[in-house]
């Protein structure tokens, strides 16, 4: 390796993609077209940074596996900054393997944090945290560190463990400040940020509440009765009752809480849940069917009970081993709302991360089919609340985050049941 390869190297490892560019911009052969591309994806031109590392796998040819490898990474770490999230898996797998078996440990380690980036950004906590578990990031290099915990941070905010969050955004600052990358510095500082941003909001009676990430962790860890419009769940005491798959049973449990300890009236419940303002005998048939089916799914944490001109929620006192002894909670029944609510909001929540993203990776990230994710991505463009650029395959989808707020921490997924 040349002495402007290597010169040029160290400056993308320091995050001076200008100076490896000043160095090799004019060069065509392998190890020059792989950094050129490692540069151009620090700069943010993306599309040119993936044909410039294909062009540099393919020019160093099948005895340089290493080097193949490493751009199989390089190309896999720009389509997760891309949003391609159906880039083939195997391939990094494959890679990874690869590096491993001859001996590059920390560029293996690193494609395996991008497999468990992927994870994350798919909603696949489980599979992302077993995965994580697997890793020592004691013998990293400072930037390696520093990406370790803030995955390490972000499964702890998608699981409501906000101590551990700001433990690991710690390490992360401190590991960041050691490599001395100022992109990597503003992204951990970013991250600091969401902690202290208003996650959710309290609906009550006197007045909606902004709630920090910590303060509604608090509140599901009370025995106060939840219903979680965020993640589409009620929950006290530590049980949690998703609900996410039945939206009219939400709806009529929002519609209670809020009014709770007064009761709601039947024909209020029916333009909420059922969405008409023509009421007739068919949909009085329906509520009675649909009260049924709440009463039996909240039967451990609360009764529904019928009053003369509605319904009621009635919280259940939970067990003695369930309820906090040390502070209970001022109101028994909460009902927490999104910060900023939105039909289209969870499309709205991932684009809020400020990268861009295709339909087909909303679709993946949202668990829902491509066209459901067009038809959202469609409307909201129509209100000029999102925009697109690119045609075909390469069209992507912008949105400008909502300032103070976090985006992706609260999307709706369950919440464990622990």
Known sequence: MDALITAAARALAAGDPLGALNRVALRDDAP??????????QLGDLARARLLVRR??????????????????????????????????????AAQATLAA???????????????RHLLLIGRLDAAEAALATLDPTPFPPASRAAHELIVAGIALRRLRTQAAREALARASRAAH????????AEVEQAVRLLDAPAARQIAPDGDRPLRLAEVEALLASNALVIDGCRHVVQAGGTAISLARRPVLLTLARALG??????????T???????????DGSHRARLRVEIGRLR????????????????????????????????????PVVVLARPVEEKHGAVLALLGDGESWSSSALALALGAS???????????????????????????????????????LLLPTPLPNH
Do not use: Y
């Open 32 to 41: 020059a077209l792989a950094l050129r591309g490692i540069a151009m994806a």
């Open 56 to 93: 540099a796998a393919r020019a160093f040819g099948q005895k340089e596996a290493v080097a193949r490898a490493r751009c199989v990474v390089a190309e896999a770490e720009i389509a997760l900054v891309s949003r391609d999230l159906g880039w083939p898996a195997k391939a990094l797998g």
């Open 102 to 116: 001859h001996g590059d440990l920390a560029n293996a380690a690193h494609a395996r944090q991008l497999e468990i």
């Open 178 to 185: 050691q490599a001395a990358i100022p992109g990597l510095l």
């Open 258 to 267: 809020e009014a709770w300890p007064a009761d709601v009236p039947r024909d």
């Open 269 to 279: 419940l029916i333009a909420r849940a059922f969405r008409t303002r023509h009421i």
């Open 296 to 331: 039996a799914m909240l039967g451990a944490l609360a009764r529904v009970e019928a009053t003369p001109d509605g319904f009621a929620l009635v919280p259940l006192v939970p067990p003695v081993s369930l309820v906090s002894l040390v502070s209970p909670p001022a109101q």
């Open 370 to 408: 491509q066209r459901t994710a067009q038809r959202a991505l469609d409307a909201l463009a129509a209100d000029g609340k999102v925009q697109a650029f690119g045609r075909g395959r390469a069209r992507r989808w912008l949105s400008t985050p909502v300032p103070g707020f976090t985006t992706t």
